[in-house]
């Protein structure tokens, strides 16, 4: 069965403040795919990054980096110098040939 | 491209009546999901289809919900009877199977069964 955990509720900062997103996934797929969604209050779903099993290379854009390690199953999500505009509820997602499931979501609060 | 399209986006109906959620996916798209969101449950998976075929409906709550794809173009989720429970917001998300791309979500419509 495919699983995905993000065992952070919520997570409170203050601006300028670095801050990690976890996301824990179980499958037994050897192929698949891991998302990270952004959800604003407004409340569209935005992708944000994907990673297939295959390419464990970490990824920066911009304050946004993403590290995935398999021998762990991970896919932890860091945000640099943390601004009021990247309040949001994120979505860590895993992916398989046609399923796509997601973990129950991380609010995070940023404040002024 | 318009994106995914769904439709109304809000909702409100009387419990008992049926209710009927429209979605256009990304032209192109051969898979085609909807997810119910919910405060308690978070973002859960209904049903999927993959081309116009549904592949996985275990996420169906029950037998008063029900989903369609009759073409790659159009697809609804049913709810009859509904019920004060089924309030929620609905997505309807696309994507090409087949290659690592991300599935792209429609605006929601938010359902209130009062």
């Known amino acids: 069965a495919q699983k995905v955990t993000q065992a952070q509720t919520e997570i409170s900062v203050v601006e300028k403040e670095d801050v990690t997103l976890d996301c824990v996934y179980e499958?037994?797929?050897?192929?698949?795919?891991l998302f990270w969604y952004k959800q604003p209050p407004s409340g569209e779903l935005v992708f944000l990054i994907r990673?297939?099993?295959?390419?464990?290379q970490n990824e920066i854009s911009g304050r946004y980096s993403w590290n995935f390690q398999k021998s762990t199953s991970s896919f932890n999500f860091t945000i640099t110098a943390s601004q009021v505009v990247d309040s949001a509820v994120y979505f860590c997602?895993?992916?398989?040939?046609?399923?796509?499931?997601f973990g129950a979501g991380t609010r995070l609060a940023v404040h002024p | 491209d318009a994106g995914v399209i769904q439709s109304p986006r809000h909702e409100v109906t009387e419990m008992g009546q049926e209710v009927t959620l429209r979605c256009k996916p990304i032209?192109?798209?051969?898979?085609l999901f909807w997810y119910r969101q919910t405060m308690m449950r978070g973002l859960e998976l209904l049903i999927y289809?993959?081309?116009?075929?549904?592949?996985?409906d275990s996420g169906m709550p029950e037998d008063r919900f029900s989903a369609k794809m009759p073409n790659a173009s159009f697809s609804t989720l049913k709810i009859q009877p509904s019920e004060p429970r089924d309030s929620a917001v609905y997505f309807c998300?696309?994507?090409?199977?087949?290659?690592?791309?991300?599935?792209?979500f429609g605006q929601g419509t938010r359902l209130t069964v009062v």
């Open positions: 998300a696309s994507t090409w199977t087949g290659t690592n791309t991300e599935a792209f």
């Open positions: 499958t037994r797929d050897t192929t698949y795919y």
């Open positions: 990673r297939n099993s295959f390419d464990e």
């Open positions: 997602a895993l992916g398989g040939y046609n399923k796509l499931i």
């Open positions: 032209s192109g798209h051969n898979s």
């Open positions: 289809f993959n081309n116009n075929v549904p592949i996985d």
